[in-house]
Each structure stands twice: as C-alpha cells, then as structure tokens.
C-alpha cells in the first residue's frame, strides 16, 4: 500500500466527513434541496433518487474515513459519484432551481465549478493521483 503524506490523510478524513454530514442531509434537513437538484430525466422519483444518493454518499464518506486499506478504491469511486451527479448541479443552473440558497444565475454557476474540485479532492486525497499528477489504479497508469 502506497504511503500518504500528513496532508492526504487529513484530506481524506475532512472529505469523508463531509461526505457523511452531506449524506445525512439528504436524508433530513435538506431533503427537498436535494430533490430540486435531481433532472427531470432520471427515471426514479425524486424523493427515492434523494434517499438513494443520501445513502451512498454516506456509505462513501464512512469508507473514506475508516477503510484505509482500500483508500485508492473508495477514492476513485467517490469521484465516480461526484462526477455522477454533477448532472444535477448543471439541472438547478439551467432550470433555474432554487435550493441551498442558490437563489440567482451567477450563484449557481458558480457552484458548477466546485465538483471539479471534489472530484479532484478524491483523488488526491486517496492517493489515485500521486503528486506527479499521474492517475494510477492498480497497475493501470493514465
């Protein structure tokens, strides 16, 4: 297993749980925030989608935080899902969906621009990017 620096696994915990209080959120408080963000495409119900992801979001952020042992996978998996829904993002700019107090056009293309960033945040943090920006999985290099 590949070494982390300090600064990776403090990454890694600080996303994982971020990713539970997210997760939990789905499941309470900012559950019809959420649904606003889900497409009108997704063939599921909203509030199911939600709980869903809510779920999943949890499960990740748990297993970022306590499954170092398989910290690569659960990184590029997070980033899977990060990437998963960005869709939902690109639906409340375009369809102008209030929610999280994305209350404006220039509030929530903004907000576009933070997945890249998460996503970016998985990798690094679960050591799938090393810090020559190479993408490695296993024995498969990018």
């Known amino acids: 297993m590949k070494k ?5 696994d403090l990454a890694r915990i600080l996303l994982g749980a971020f990713m539970v209080f997210a997760g939990t959120s789905h499941l309470t408080f900012g559950r019809k925030d959420f ?3 889900v497409p009108d495409w997704v063939p599921l119900d909203k ?3 939600v709980i869903l992801s809510g779920g999943a979001e949890i499960s990740l952020g748990l297993a970022l935080m306590l499954w170092a042992k398989q910290r690569k996978l659960t990184g590029v998996v997070a980033s899977m899902f990060f990437t998963a829904v960005f ?3 690109i639906s409340q700019y375009t369809k102008r969906r209030k929610a999280f107090g994305l209350d404006t056009d220039t509030k929530r293309f903004v907000r576009l621009f933070f997945q890249p960033v998460l ?3 998985a990798l690094y943090a679960s050591t799938a990017v090393n810090r020559k920006s190479k993408f490695r999985l296993g024995k498969l290099r990018f």
């Open 4 to 8: 982390t620096i300090k600064y990776q």
């Open 87 to 89: 869709p939902g993002n």
């Open 47 to 49: 509030d199911l989608t």
């Open 119 to 121: 996503i970016g945040w």
């Open 35 to 37: 649904q606003a963000q």
